[in-house]
Protein backbone atom coordinates (compact mmCIF):
# COMPACT_ATOMS: atom_id res chain seq x y z
CA UNK A 1 0.00 0.00 0.00
CA UNK A 2 0.98 3.89 -0.97
CA UNK A 3 1.70 5.92 1.92
CA UNK A 4 -1.40 8.48 2.16
CA UNK A 5 -0.20 11.93 1.77
CA UNK A 6 -1.91 14.14 4.51
CA UNK A 7 -1.99 17.54 2.69
CA UNK A 8 -5.25 20.21 2.75
CA UNK A 9 -6.74 18.61 -0.38
CA UNK A 10 -6.96 15.12 1.65
CA UNK A 11 -7.84 16.71 4.89
CA UNK A 12 -10.67 18.65 2.81
CA UNK A 13 -11.67 15.40 1.56
CA UNK A 14 -12.37 13.22 4.14
CA UNK A 15 -14.19 16.52 5.86
CA UNK A 16 -16.25 16.59 2.93
CA UNK A 17 -17.06 12.51 3.42
CA UNK A 18 -16.88 11.89 6.72
CA UNK A 19 -18.52 15.29 8.05
CA UNK A 20 -20.24 18.56 6.46
CA UNK A 21 -17.40 20.04 5.20
CA UNK A 22 -14.54 21.80 8.14
CA UNK A 23 -14.04 25.22 9.63
CA UNK A 24 -11.02 26.70 8.91
CA UNK A 25 -9.90 26.03 12.98
CA UNK A 26 -10.96 21.84 12.27
CA UNK A 27 -9.36 21.75 9.27
CA UNK A 28 -6.13 22.82 10.90
CA UNK A 29 -6.05 20.79 13.69
CA UNK A 30 -6.97 17.58 11.54
CA UNK A 31 -3.54 18.90 9.40
CA UNK A 32 -1.61 19.04 12.66
CA UNK A 33 -2.99 15.48 14.15
CA UNK A 34 -2.82 13.24 11.11
CA UNK A 35 -4.55 11.01 9.70
CA UNK A 36 -5.03 8.20 11.82
CA UNK A 37 -6.15 10.89 15.09
CA UNK A 38 -8.31 12.66 13.20
CA UNK A 39 -10.12 9.66 11.55
CA UNK A 40 -10.27 8.37 15.33
CA UNK A 41 -11.22 11.39 17.03
CA UNK A 42 -13.85 11.53 14.25
CA UNK A 43 -15.56 8.15 14.49
CA UNK A 44 -15.13 7.74 18.00
CA UNK A 45 -17.40 10.39 18.74
CA UNK A 46 -19.27 9.58 22.15
CA UNK A 47 -16.01 11.31 23.87
CA UNK A 48 -16.53 14.26 22.43
CA UNK A 49 -18.39 16.67 24.64
CA UNK A 50 -21.65 18.20 22.68
CA UNK A 51 -23.40 20.10 25.43
CA UNK A 52 -23.34 23.62 23.39
CA UNK A 53 -25.21 22.20 20.56
CA UNK A 54 -28.08 20.78 22.77
CA UNK A 55 -28.34 24.03 24.48
CA UNK A 56 -28.68 25.93 21.06
CA UNK A 57 -31.29 23.10 20.02
CA UNK A 58 -33.41 23.86 23.40
CA UNK A 59 -32.98 27.59 22.78
CA UNK A 60 -34.75 27.44 19.29
CA UNK A 61 -37.64 25.93 21.14
CA UNK A 62 -38.41 23.71 17.68
CA UNK A 63 -42.00 22.59 17.88
CA UNK A 64 -42.07 18.58 18.04
CA UNK A 65 -45.74 18.44 19.07
CA UNK A 66 -47.04 15.40 16.92
CA UNK A 67 -50.99 16.99 16.88
CA UNK A 68 -48.88 20.30 15.11
CA UNK A 69 -48.49 20.71 11.29
CA UNK A 70 -45.35 22.62 12.08
CA UNK A 71 -43.57 19.14 13.39
CA UNK A 72 -43.49 18.29 10.20
CA UNK A 73 -41.49 21.69 9.27
CA UNK A 74 -39.56 21.51 12.64
CA UNK A 75 -37.89 17.54 12.84
CA UNK A 76 -36.11 18.74 9.42
CA UNK A 77 -34.91 21.39 11.08
CA UNK A 78 -33.56 20.13 13.56
CA UNK A 79 -32.14 17.30 12.37
CA UNK A 80 -30.46 20.35 9.55
CA UNK A 81 -29.21 22.01 12.86
CA UNK A 82 -27.33 19.05 14.19
CA UNK A 83 -26.03 18.28 10.83
CA UNK A 84 -24.71 22.16 10.96
CA UNK A 85 -23.83 22.69 14.22
CA UNK A 86 -22.63 19.42 15.82
CA UNK A 87 -19.52 19.02 17.39
CA UNK A 88 -19.94 15.12 16.39
CA UNK A 89 -20.29 15.78 12.80
CA UNK A 90 -19.50 11.92 11.83
CA UNK A 91 -22.71 11.12 14.12
CA UNK A 92 -24.85 12.67 11.94
CA UNK A 93 -23.39 11.23 8.76
CA UNK A 94 -23.76 7.78 9.57
CA UNK A 95 -27.61 8.67 10.75
CA UNK A 96 -27.90 10.14 7.55
CA UNK A 97 -26.57 7.25 5.93
CA UNK A 98 -28.98 4.76 7.92
CA UNK A 99 -31.60 6.78 7.24
CA UNK A 100 -31.33 6.31 3.11
CA UNK A 101 -30.25 2.71 3.87
CA UNK A 102 -33.69 1.56 6.01
CA UNK A 103 -35.33 4.33 3.83
CA UNK A 104 -39.14 5.31 5.33
CA UNK A 105 -40.81 8.00 4.70
CA UNK A 106 -43.54 10.69 6.42
CA UNK A 107 -45.53 10.70 3.67
CA UNK A 108 -46.84 6.93 3.91
CA UNK A 109 -45.88 6.45 7.87
CA UNK A 110 -47.66 9.94 8.55
CA UNK A 111 -46.48 10.48 11.88
CA UNK A 112 -43.87 13.00 12.83
CA UNK A 113 -42.81 11.58 15.88
CA UNK A 114 -42.67 8.55 14.81
CA UNK A 115 -39.80 9.63 12.20
CA UNK A 116 -38.29 11.59 14.74
CA UNK A 117 -37.51 8.51 16.93
CA UNK A 118 -36.61 6.62 13.97
CA UNK A 119 -33.75 9.02 13.63
CA UNK A 120 -33.29 8.87 17.05
CA UNK A 121 -32.47 4.82 16.62
CA UNK A 122 -30.12 5.28 13.55
CA UNK A 123 -28.43 7.44 16.03
CA UNK A 124 -28.11 5.09 19.08
CA UNK A 125 -27.13 2.31 16.59
CA UNK A 126 -24.93 4.39 14.28
CA UNK A 127 -21.48 2.36 14.49
CA UNK A 128 -22.86 -0.29 16.38
CA UNK A 129 -23.30 -3.71 15.53
CA UNK A 130 -25.62 -4.42 13.11
CA UNK A 131 -27.95 -7.06 13.28
CA UNK A 132 -29.12 -5.43 16.73
CA UNK A 133 -29.92 -2.16 14.75
CA UNK A 134 -31.73 -4.42 11.92
CA UNK A 135 -33.23 -6.21 14.75
CA UNK A 136 -34.61 -2.94 16.44
CA UNK A 137 -35.72 -1.31 13.19
CA UNK A 138 -37.77 -4.50 12.16
CA UNK A 139 -39.96 -3.83 15.39
CA UNK A 140 -39.50 0.18 15.05
CA UNK A 141 -43.28 1.57 14.66
CA UNK A 142 -42.24 3.87 11.59
CA UNK A 143 -40.93 0.87 9.71
CA UNK A 144 -43.76 -1.47 10.80
CA UNK A 145 -46.26 1.67 8.87
CA UNK A 146 -43.65 1.76 5.91
CA UNK A 147 -43.60 -1.78 4.91
CA UNK A 148 -47.24 -3.09 6.74
CA UNK A 149 -45.46 -5.99 8.84
CA UNK A 150 -48.01 -4.99 11.51
CA UNK A 151 -50.59 -6.90 9.57
CA UNK A 152 -48.28 -9.50 9.23
CA UNK A 153 -50.50 -12.85 10.38
CA UNK A 154 -50.18 -16.46 9.73
CA UNK A 155 -53.14 -16.90 7.74
CA UNK A 156 -52.42 -13.93 5.40
CA UNK A 157 -48.12 -13.14 5.64
CA UNK A 158 -47.38 -10.11 3.86
CA UNK A 159 -44.21 -10.12 2.01
CA UNK A 160 -43.18 -6.46 2.17
CA UNK A 161 -41.05 -5.89 5.20
CA UNK A 162 -39.13 -9.33 4.17
CA UNK A 163 -38.50 -8.92 0.53
CA UNK A 164 -36.87 -5.83 1.47
CA UNK A 165 -34.67 -6.97 4.31
CA UNK A 166 -33.27 -9.34 1.47
CA UNK A 167 -33.06 -7.54 -1.08
CA UNK A 168 -32.02 -3.92 0.54
CA UNK A 169 -31.15 -4.49 4.05
CA UNK A 170 -29.03 -7.26 4.34
CA UNK A 171 -28.06 -9.23 1.42
CA UNK A 172 -28.66 -7.46 -2.26
CA UNK A 173 -30.62 -8.55 -5.10
CA UNK A 174 -29.32 -12.12 -6.21
CA UNK A 175 -28.41 -13.76 -2.90
CA UNK A 176 -31.90 -15.39 -2.10
CA UNK A 177 -34.54 -16.91 -3.48
CA UNK A 178 -38.40 -16.21 -3.64
CA UNK A 179 -39.12 -18.98 -1.39
CA UNK A 180 -36.67 -17.37 1.30
CA UNK A 181 -38.52 -14.46 0.82
CA UNK A 182 -41.95 -16.24 1.78
CA UNK A 183 -40.03 -18.20 4.67
CA UNK A 184 -38.87 -14.70 5.84
CA UNK A 185 -42.63 -12.89 6.17
CA UNK A 186 -43.79 -16.19 7.59
CA UNK A 187 -41.09 -15.71 10.70
CA UNK A 188 -42.18 -12.20 10.51
CA UNK A 189 -45.60 -12.78 11.37
CA UNK A 190 -47.05 -11.42 14.66
CA UNK A 191 -44.64 -8.96 14.73
CA UNK A 192 -46.81 -6.24 14.92
CA UNK A 193 -47.88 -2.86 17.22
CA UNK A 194 -49.64 -1.88 20.34
CA UNK A 195 -52.00 0.97 18.37
CA UNK A 196 -54.20 1.28 22.16
CA UNK A 197 -51.13 2.99 23.63
CA UNK A 198 -49.20 6.80 23.07
CA UNK A 199 -46.70 6.42 21.92
CA UNK A 200 -47.43 3.47 20.27
CA UNK A 201 -45.31 0.45 20.79
CA UNK A 202 -43.92 -2.95 19.04
CA UNK A 203 -45.36 -6.02 20.70
CA UNK A 204 -45.33 -10.20 19.69
CA UNK A 205 -49.14 -11.41 19.27
CA UNK A 206 -47.94 -15.38 19.64
CA UNK A 207 -51.51 -15.91 17.80
CA UNK A 208 -50.38 -14.27 14.67
CA UNK A 209 -47.54 -16.14 14.69
CA UNK A 210 -46.70 -19.06 12.11
CA UNK A 211 -45.06 -21.80 14.31
CA UNK A 212 -44.37 -23.89 11.44
CA UNK A 213 -40.93 -25.22 10.21
CA UNK A 214 -39.31 -22.81 7.44
CA UNK A 215 -36.14 -23.30 4.71
CA UNK A 216 -34.82 -19.99 5.22
CA UNK A 217 -30.71 -19.52 3.03
CA UNK A 218 -30.49 -23.72 3.49
CA UNK A 219 -31.26 -23.23 6.66
CA UNK A 220 -34.47 -25.19 8.81
CA UNK A 221 -35.80 -24.46 11.53
CA UNK A 222 -38.99 -22.99 13.88
CA UNK A 223 -37.36 -19.57 12.77
CA UNK A 224 -38.90 -16.00 14.01
CA UNK A 225 -37.53 -12.60 13.20
CA UNK A 226 -34.93 -12.57 14.83
CA UNK A 227 -33.44 -15.58 13.38
CA UNK A 228 -33.90 -14.28 9.75
CA UNK A 229 -31.45 -11.73 10.44
CA UNK A 230 -29.25 -13.65 12.11
CA UNK A 231 -28.94 -16.51 9.34
CA UNK A 232 -28.95 -13.69 6.93
CA UNK A 233 -26.36 -11.38 8.71
CA UNK A 234 -24.11 -14.20 8.78
CA UNK A 235 -23.85 -14.87 5.03
CA UNK A 236 -20.05 -13.67 3.54
CA UNK A 237 -22.53 -11.45 1.06
CA UNK A 238 -23.94 -9.66 3.49
CA UNK A 239 -20.08 -8.40 4.63
CA UNK A 240 -19.93 -7.43 0.67
CA UNK A 241 -23.61 -5.94 0.97
CA UNK A 242 -22.71 -3.44 4.04
CA UNK A 243 -19.10 -2.67 2.75
CA UNK A 244 -19.92 -1.90 -0.54
CA UNK A 245 -22.70 0.06 0.57
CA UNK A 246 -20.18 2.03 2.95
CA UNK A 247 -17.80 2.46 0.34
CA UNK A 248 -19.62 3.50 -1.91
CA UNK A 249 -20.71 6.60 0.47
CA UNK A 250 -17.48 7.49 1.32
CA UNK A 251 -14.97 7.24 -1.47
CA UNK A 252 -16.60 6.01 -4.77
CA UNK A 253 -18.72 3.56 -6.90
CA UNK A 254 -17.91 0.62 -8.81
CA UNK A 255 -14.74 -0.49 -6.67
CA UNK A 256 -12.55 -3.71 -7.39
CA UNK A 257 -14.60 -6.90 -6.03
CA UNK A 258 -10.68 -7.12 -3.79
CA UNK A 259 -11.40 -3.83 -1.76
CA UNK A 260 -15.53 -4.84 -1.39
CA UNK A 261 -13.67 -8.54 0.25
CA UNK A 262 -11.04 -7.36 2.51
CA UNK A 263 -13.47 -4.62 3.65
CA UNK A 264 -16.07 -7.59 4.21
CA UNK A 265 -13.63 -9.40 5.79
CA UNK A 266 -12.58 -6.86 9.14
CA UNK A 267 -16.95 -6.27 9.29
CA UNK A 268 -17.22 -10.36 9.40
CA UNK A 269 -14.51 -10.94 11.77
CA UNK A 270 -15.59 -8.32 14.02
CA UNK A 271 -18.86 -9.62 14.28
CA UNK A 272 -20.82 -7.36 12.13
CA UNK A 273 -19.42 -4.66 14.17
CA UNK A 274 -19.61 -0.71 11.79
CA UNK A 275 -17.36 1.25 13.71
CA UNK A 276 -13.83 -0.99 12.58
CA UNK A 277 -15.82 -0.65 9.10
CA UNK A 278 -15.68 2.69 8.84
CA UNK A 279 -12.71 3.09 10.54
CA UNK A 280 -11.03 0.60 7.72
CA UNK A 281 -12.91 2.24 4.62
CA UNK A 282 -11.73 6.01 6.20
CA UNK A 283 -8.24 5.53 6.80
CA UNK A 284 -7.66 3.21 3.30
CA UNK A 285 -5.48 4.13 0.57
CA UNK A 286 -8.62 4.11 -1.57
CA UNK A 287 -10.39 6.52 -0.26
CA UNK A 288 -7.74 9.28 -1.21
CA UNK A 289 -6.87 7.78 -4.45
CA UNK A 290 -7.89 10.04 -7.26
CA UNK A 291 -10.43 7.84 -8.29
CA UNK A 292 -12.45 9.52 -5.01
CA UNK A 293 -11.71 13.44 -5.12
CA UNK A 294 -14.07 15.01 -6.58
CA UNK A 295 -15.86 12.17 -8.03
CA UNK A 296 -19.77 12.61 -6.63
CA UNK A 297 -22.25 15.33 -7.04
CA UNK A 298 -22.82 17.24 -4.24
CA UNK A 299 -26.37 16.44 -2.63
CA UNK A 300 -28.95 18.64 -1.63
CA UNK A 301 -28.26 18.43 2.33
CA UNK A 302 -25.10 18.10 1.37
CA UNK A 303 -25.02 21.13 -0.05
CA UNK A 304 -26.98 23.30 2.45
CA UNK A 305 -25.19 21.47 5.50
CA UNK A 306 -21.93 22.20 3.84
CA UNK A 307 -22.49 25.68 2.94
CA UNK A 308 -23.72 26.63 6.69
CA UNK A 309 -20.47 24.58 8.38
CA UNK A 310 -18.05 25.67 6.04
CA UNK A 311 -18.87 29.66 5.53
CA UNK A 312 -19.59 29.29 9.98
CA UNK A 313 -23.07 31.26 9.93
CA UNK A 314 -24.41 32.00 13.12
CA UNK A 315 -27.38 30.39 12.53
CA UNK A 316 -30.17 28.31 10.42
CA UNK A 317 -31.00 29.90 7.13
CA UNK A 318 -35.16 29.75 7.05
CA UNK A 319 -35.40 29.19 3.39
CA UNK A 320 -33.41 26.04 4.09
CA UNK A 321 -36.23 23.60 4.17
CA UNK A 322 -37.89 24.80 1.05
CA UNK A 323 -34.95 24.50 -0.96
CA UNK A 324 -34.22 21.03 0.19
CA UNK A 325 -37.69 20.23 -1.50
CA UNK A 326 -36.98 22.28 -4.40
CA UNK A 327 -33.67 20.35 -4.96
CA UNK A 328 -35.65 16.87 -4.78
CA UNK A 329 -33.81 15.82 -1.25
CA UNK A 330 -36.36 16.83 1.94
CA UNK A 331 -35.09 14.44 5.15
CA UNK A 332 -37.40 11.88 6.05
CA UNK A 333 -39.10 11.94 2.84
CA UNK A 334 -36.91 9.29 0.54
CA UNK A 335 -38.71 8.95 -2.84
CA UNK A 336 -39.56 5.04 -2.31
CA UNK A 337 -37.60 2.39 -0.16
CA UNK A 338 -34.37 2.06 -2.09
CA UNK A 339 -33.69 5.93 -1.10
CA UNK A 340 -32.31 8.32 -3.01
CA UNK A 341 -30.84 7.97 -6.68
CA UNK A 342 -28.48 10.37 -6.55
CA UNK A 343 -25.95 11.52 -8.78
CA UNK A 344 -26.54 13.50 -11.91
CA UNK A 345 -30.64 13.77 -10.86
CA UNK A 346 -29.33 15.91 -8.37
CA UNK A 347 -28.19 18.27 -11.17
CA UNK A 348 -31.99 19.96 -12.82
CA UNK A 349 -32.42 23.43 -13.94
CA UNK A 350 -34.74 24.05 -11.52
CA UNK A 351 -32.24 22.53 -9.08
CA UNK A 352 -29.30 24.05 -9.87
CA UNK A 353 -31.26 27.93 -9.11
CA UNK A 354 -32.55 26.82 -5.80
CA UNK A 355 -28.76 25.91 -4.90
CA UNK A 356 -27.98 29.63 -6.22
CA UNK A 357 -30.99 31.00 -4.56
CA UNK A 358 -29.76 29.45 -1.37
CA UNK A 359 -26.33 30.33 -1.17
CA UNK A 360 -27.31 34.29 -2.04
CA UNK A 361 -29.77 33.62 1.04
CA UNK A 362 -27.31 31.90 3.42
CA UNK A 363 -24.16 34.39 2.33
CA UNK A 364 -26.45 37.35 3.56
CA UNK A 365 -25.25 36.59 7.21
CA UNK A 366 -21.74 35.58 6.72
CA UNK A 367 -18.83 37.35 8.17
CA UNK A 368 -15.84 37.71 6.43
CA UNK A 369 -13.60 38.28 8.78
CA UNK A 370 -14.07 34.14 9.40
CA UNK A 371 -11.61 33.35 6.12
CA UNK A 372 -9.82 36.73 7.15
CA UNK A 373 -9.40 39.61 4.16
CA UNK A 374 -5.63 39.71 2.07
CA UNK A 375 -4.98 42.80 1.07
CA UNK A 376 -4.59 41.75 -2.67
CA UNK A 377 -7.30 40.70 -4.95
CA UNK A 378 -5.31 38.02 -5.98
CA UNK A 379 -4.80 36.68 -2.15
CA UNK A 380 -8.19 37.23 -1.53
CA UNK A 381 -10.24 34.85 -3.99
CA UNK A 382 -6.78 32.13 -3.42
CA UNK A 383 -7.98 32.15 0.65
CA UNK A 384 -11.42 32.14 -0.55
CA UNK A 385 -11.06 29.22 -2.84
CA UNK A 386 -8.66 27.45 -0.50
CA UNK A 387 -11.11 27.43 2.30
CA UNK A 388 -14.51 26.64 0.63
CA UNK A 389 -12.86 23.51 -1.23
CA UNK A 390 -9.66 23.75 -1.64
CA UNK A 391 -11.67 23.79 -5.23
CA UNK A 392 -9.63 23.02 -8.77
CA UNK A 393 -10.63 26.11 -10.90
CA UNK A 394 -9.05 27.06 -13.99
CA UNK A 395 -7.04 30.11 -14.85
CA UNK A 396 -9.70 31.72 -16.42
CA UNK A 397 -12.67 31.21 -13.88
CA UNK A 398 -10.05 32.70 -10.94
CA UNK A 399 -9.75 35.33 -13.39
CA UNK A 400 -13.34 36.15 -13.64
CA UNK A 401 -13.90 36.07 -9.73
CA UNK A 402 -10.69 38.79 -9.20
CA UNK A 403 -12.55 40.59 -11.90
CA UNK A 404 -15.59 40.65 -9.50
CA UNK A 405 -13.79 41.48 -6.09
CA UNK A 406 -11.85 44.02 -7.41
CA UNK A 407 -13.02 45.69 -10.83
CA UNK A 408 -10.29 48.37 -10.94
CA UNK A 409 -7.64 46.04 -9.58
CA UNK A 410 -8.19 47.34 -6.11
CA UNK A 411 -10.09 46.14 -3.24
CA UNK A 412 -12.46 48.38 -1.86
CA UNK A 413 -13.37 49.36 2.17
CA UNK A 414 -16.40 49.36 4.18
CA UNK A 415 -19.68 48.32 3.38
CA UNK A 416 -18.99 47.77 -0.72
CA UNK A 417 -16.14 45.00 0.41
CA UNK A 418 -18.43 43.81 2.71
CA UNK A 419 -20.85 42.75 -0.55
CA UNK A 420 -18.08 41.71 -2.67
CA UNK A 421 -16.83 39.78 -0.31
CA UNK A 422 -20.12 38.06 0.20
CA UNK A 423 -21.05 38.40 -3.42
CA UNK A 424 -17.59 36.44 -4.44
CA UNK A 425 -19.02 33.58 -1.88
CA UNK A 426 -22.11 33.29 -3.94
CA UNK A 427 -20.22 32.93 -7.20
CA UNK A 428 -17.69 30.18 -5.80
CA UNK A 429 -20.96 28.21 -4.41
CA UNK A 430 -22.33 28.76 -7.69
CA UNK A 431 -19.40 27.24 -9.76
CA UNK A 432 -19.88 23.76 -11.32
CA UNK A 433 -16.58 22.61 -9.08
CA UNK A 434 -18.60 23.48 -5.91
CA UNK A 435 -21.67 21.16 -7.19
CA UNK A 436 -18.81 17.87 -6.53
CA UNK A 437 -17.77 16.67 -3.54
Known sequence: MSPISWNDETVAHLYRRAAFGATADELDRAF??????????????????????????????????????????????????????????????????????????????????????????????????FEQLCVAVAKDPAMQFWLDNFTNMKEHPNENFARELLELFTLGHGHYTEQDIMAAARAFTGWTLDRSVYPVVFMFVDAMHDHGTKTFL???????????????????????????????????????????????????????????????????????????????????????AMTCRMLELPDEVPSARDHLKRQGQLPFEPPDVSGWTGGLTWITS??????????????????????????????????????LGPLPVDAATRDMLIEYIAPDGRLSSGNLLLSRLRGLVHLILSLPEWQLI
Open 218 to 304: GQTGNWNGDDIIRIACSQFAHGQWIASKLFAYFAYDNPDQAVIDRLARVYMDSRREIRPLVQAILTSEEMYSPQAMWCRVRSPIEHV
Open 32 to 129: REGLEATVDRLVNYDSVPNALLEQRIAAKKFDLNPQSRQSYIDIVRLWMFRMIYSARPFEERMTFFWHDHFATSVRKVGESDLMAWQCDLFRRGALGN
Open 350 to 387: AALLSRMNFANEAVTTFDPATFGVPSDPGQVVDAYLHQ
